[in-house]
């Protein structure tokens, strides 16, 4: 019976989401009704009560809401945009150059913006019309920038990996610290593909200015523009790897860095740090009440037995690492494609948690291969969220049949990459064993 209520209650999630009832309904709705069935009444209300004051009061997630003001008001100094100028500087004369800065670009725009749908805002704002400017094929401009715009979920302090360190109970430091390399990797894979792809055909990005000569000095006042990006980048570094400071001392510390550089900046307008705290209010307000349906959504699916079902089926089938990794993936890139992936993390981690334990699967590497894959839903058809936040924020300018267009070669790229941290996860590990 518990099992049959269980797996419907999966069923409900799934359908509800598919009719376009927000994920949090769709979540918290179905375990609520499960527990009163399983439990009744007075016990599901004292579950639903617990869980909503014991993660109100969850010391581990203030940082969260400190890392998205950072974010907004390190964009509002205009501190994200000086990235992409910069690199393009450095990079222009090279073909395809622009969309090559962009994939620079996206990792201290990352590590300003903490998450994927703000951060392709910020890009697709400042690098596609430039590009467009400059006579880029729509597909590869809007393509590059769908991509590489989730690594902001690779790059600390990417706040899903703040939530899954939470969750799976692994040291978040470490898990920040994972994420770099990966992050590096796949810019690299990425730069690669845009050569090639500029290489074989030209008209994707004409007018690369390559016989243009840049004065020396244009190059160095380039970085003046990144000073603010180092201090941001200094700040969070130091103070979490350092030891003296706790995640959300580090957080705190980073946004009010991000307050002095608006000042110094003289960006400091009353309108702009509005807007910045309304942003990470009202992101920080549908993330907790997220989590807060997940939290009870764990405790129905713990009362229905299905993981232990689940775990039991897993190790009895005795399946080879590669092979139960290889399902898993797949299982994510699905759900990737119609849910937001800190939905997926939350809806598989219960389930899954018990079989990786049992498999003694390292569960920061696992991390990593979780928000990579998160990265490969947001740009897989026909629901891609990056996707669909690049066309929102371009509007008639691009159709979305050419977006998805320019990010085919890109998700090649991300299912290399995919199997090269498979295959070598010292690639994520090795830092946090350094620095960890």
Known sequence: MELLIGILGFVSIIVLM???????????????IGLFILLGFPETLEVVSSRMFSLGTDYSFTAVPLFLLMGYIAMSAGITKSAFDSAAVWL???????AMAACVASAPIGACMGSGVPATVALSKMAIPDMIEHKYDKGLASGTIAATATLASLIPPSIMMVVYAIYAQVSLGQMLLAGYLPAILTIIIYIISIAVRVRINPALAPESRSNESVPFREYVKSFKGLWG?????????VSIYSGMFTATEAAALAALAAFILMAIMGKFEMPALSRGFKEAISTTAVLFILLIASNIFVVFIDVTGLPRLVSNAIVEADLPLYGFLAIIMLVYLVMGIFLPSLASLLLTIPVLLPVMMEMDINMIWFG??????SAIGAITPPFGM???VVKGVMGDKI???EIFHGISWFFVCEIVTLIILIAFPAISLWLPGKLG
């Open 18 to 32: 598919g009719i376009g009832v927000h994920v949090s309904v769709a979540i918290g709705l179905p375990a609520i």
């Open 92 to 98: 222009r004369r090279i073909p395809g150059g622009l």
């Open 229 to 237: 990006i180092f201090v941001l980048f200094a700040v969070l570094f």
């Open 368 to 373: 990593i291969l979780f928000v990579k894959m």
């Open 386 to 388: 990056s996707v669909f």
């Open 399 to 401: 159709k979305i049949g």
